[in-house]
């Protein structure tokens, strides 16, 4: 397929995946306030800190509140993160690969889009902002199924699902990475309540509970990093995203000919072999206790390797290069 | 619904007959639409609405804010064309573009037709889409004018004329596609008992030709749309024909030119290219040969089209015969090439180029239409009954400074179809143009696009300036004899 059509279709679904965790981060905190337990700024400030975009947000925005915190994150025509900037984003893509996708993705993801900017026109009506968020959510799993239903499951596909599962691989690290901005666990990080609304974001409270019962920072971090069949958690989604990789490439588990099936088969491998403690107590020598700020710091080496891997993706099939080096196919 | 009230105004109303009765092809309908109840129409008319939003069915308006899309207004009463009648048009229509590649083609190639007096030669040379690097290149196929677009008006006196060749890249025949669709969806009634002829095959048959013209050599052509990208005012339709063909929708930056040959750049390397549906003014196509500020263009596309590796469609050059000075000739073009009289009449037209004629125009410039000779979407036209003093002035003054580049036709009034307004319907001006591809044989769509002008007393249809579209029905009798070709 095309490499810029490529790009497309990689980056349209990371734009919808990211709208929908964005929309997940909202809702837990909107929970979370209820609870009453945290103060209501810190909790919209450590979202806001979470997202990564903080410095734009203090600039523009001041301190954070749940009103000024919902704007920009739901609709901030200047945040291009915004769920609305993500879907007008991933609507402009999905144009200009309409003639690549079938029309049930395109009129899920253009009613989705429409959905949004409605929303966004009337916002100063918003009793409940969580009806919304909902339709957001719901919106995107419409349109994964519509892919995974109606699209075939070759080359553009495997682009589709890989920008999916890296995003969402991103966010669902991000959503563990909260507690670090309420001030650590000792700002409540290890209360149950928290981690339970952690794990709702990720919708993964009931598959969680199968497996381990109570509710624990330890195992709650363990599930959503390591665990290999929950399809949220970010083990699960760099393996079926390797996958994808090797069917583009037509390459092997566990040996690589481009620089993207060298990182991203590197970062999977690291998670294949990777212990809970050695993930809670960061880079700390093992035996250490495990300190708060060490998943803090194995998130954040994490989320840079991540990164990597994407900026690999791009080299190896999106980026133009120049006539004189490029090579006729088979 | 009481189509009592309806009234024609004294045009010629496409549907309706001066005492209010159906015309030929149009009974069936009427009668439908008759019964319908209070509040019906509006209702068929919203439900297609928010089905076009839905579907994504939009164009871009140049001069507004970058990329705003607008969805095309629809209106849901069809127009209807009789079959008797449309028989007659099909072949006005496969006569006049056999002519007019013919006319190309020798343009590029001797001209003949400038030797032996009939086009002056000034005519061909001042042209502006005249390309002097396609002389002495004859096309696979020799096929110019692949996709043609003719528009088509009916006067008053009820006769067809042809309005505008357009030769170029014209645009419209994925709303004839979508607006079958949109009326299925959301007015099956219409269509029981009705034999309506079929357009959806129009992809294959495009497909088709588009094989047919590939150089030679090529075994298993592939074939790829090449559009400016989203931006563009027609870019739904570039993704659509792609779409329902199955090719590739490119833009410039996809392909690249190696050894004059063309190839797109795949995520698993180059990958042949043999025929390129262009949706890029002939300007655009090669930095290298035309304008050298295109960045939606391919640098080397002309040599490696010049060297017979691949096919361009429309062939560039042909915008010579889609000048509106050529235009008032096509009459002897199609006597001088075919021994025939043209079955289609051409509206009379004055040519500002002809220096008697031009003095005609300016004494008369309050009651003829002034229009550019290269222009399209309607811009730069005059209306002299509607324009101001001023306006006249204006445009008196442009005619002297480049006479070559004007001429002038009669003020038409158009005809007309019922139209919704509201929960009833009202007369409203119309154009149709019909759709013809020119591959192995020469194939015309049935019906084709109808605009419509949806201000109230306004002739302009254009997308890019308040038209709208209806549906066009190629109606035949009802007996099993009479049928449609099932193709």
Known sequence: MLSRV?????????????????????????????????DPGRLWNALVCASGDQA???????????????????????????????????????????????????????????????ASAVRADFADPREFLDEVKRASQLIAGATDATMSHGESWHFARMGRLLERADKTSRFLDVEHFFGGAQGGGRDPVQWSAVLGSASALEMYRKQYGAVSRRDAVEFLVLDRAF????????????ESLLAITGGTKGTYSTPAEQQLGRLRATLDYAGIDEILGGQLPAGTPAAPAGLHVWIDAFQSRLNAANDALHDTFFALRPAGTLVEAG | MDLRSYATDGYWDELFDDSLGPRPGAEQLVRRLAAFSHGELAARQRAADKALLTMGITFNV????????????????????DANEWTR??????????????????????????????????????GKCFRGPCSGLTPPRGVWCHITGTDLVRGGDGCMYVLEDNLRTPSGVSYVLENREVMKRTFPQLFEGQRVSPVENYPEKLLAMLEYVAPPQARNPTVVVLTPGIYNSAYFEHSFLARQMGVELVQGSDLVVLDRKVFMRTTQGLERVDV????????????????????????????????????LVNAPGTGIADDKAV???????????????????????????EPDQCQHVLSKLDELVVKPANESGGYGIVLGPRATRQQLDECRDRIKANPRNFVAQPMLSLSRVPTVVGDSLEGRHVDLRPFILYGEEIFVLPGGLTRVALVKGSLVVNSSQGGGSKDTWVVHPSGAESAPPAT
């Open chain 1, 231 to 242: 399809p949220r958690a970010m083990h699960f989604c760099l393996i079926k995203g390797e």
């Open chain 2, 327 to 353: 235009y008032a000739y096509v009459p002897q073009i199609i006597r001088y090439y075919l021994g025939e009289d043209a079955i289609l009449p051409n509206v009379p037209t004055y040519v500002c180029g």
């Open chain 2, 276 to 311: 390129i549906y262009r949706r890029i003014d002939d300007d655009f196509l090669d930095p290298d040969v035309f304008r050298p500020d295109s960045v939606v263009g391919v640098p080397g596309l002309m040599e490696a089209y010049r060297a017979g590796n691949v096919a």
């Open chain 1, 56 to 118: 734009d947000f203090w600039a523009r925005h001041g301190l954070a509140d749940q009103a000024r915190v919902f704007e920009f994150l739901a609709f901030d025509p200047d945040n291009p993160n915004s769920i609305y900037c993500c879907l007008q984003a991933a609507r402009e893509n999905a144009r200009t690969v309409r003639d690549m996708i079938s029309s049930p993705m395109w009129e899920e993801i253009n009613k989705c889009y429409l959905f949004v900017r409605g």
């Open chain 2, 89 to 126: 048009i099909e072949r006005g229509l496969k006569q006049r573009i056999h002519a007019l590649n013919l006319f190309i083609d020798d343009v590029y190639n001797g001209r003949r037709i400038v030797r032996d007096g009939i086009v002056p030669d000034w005519l061909v040379d001042s």
């Open chain 2, 62 to 81: 140049y001069g507004h804010e970058a990329g705003t899309e607008k969805i095309w207004p629809f209106d849901i009463v069809p127009r209807v064309i």
């Open chain 1, 6 to 38: 490529a790009d497309s279709v990689y980056w349209m679904n990371r734009q919808i995946e990211r709208a929908e965790n964005v929309a997940r981060a909202v809702e837990t905190t909107l929970g979370l306030a209820l609870e009453g337990t945290v």
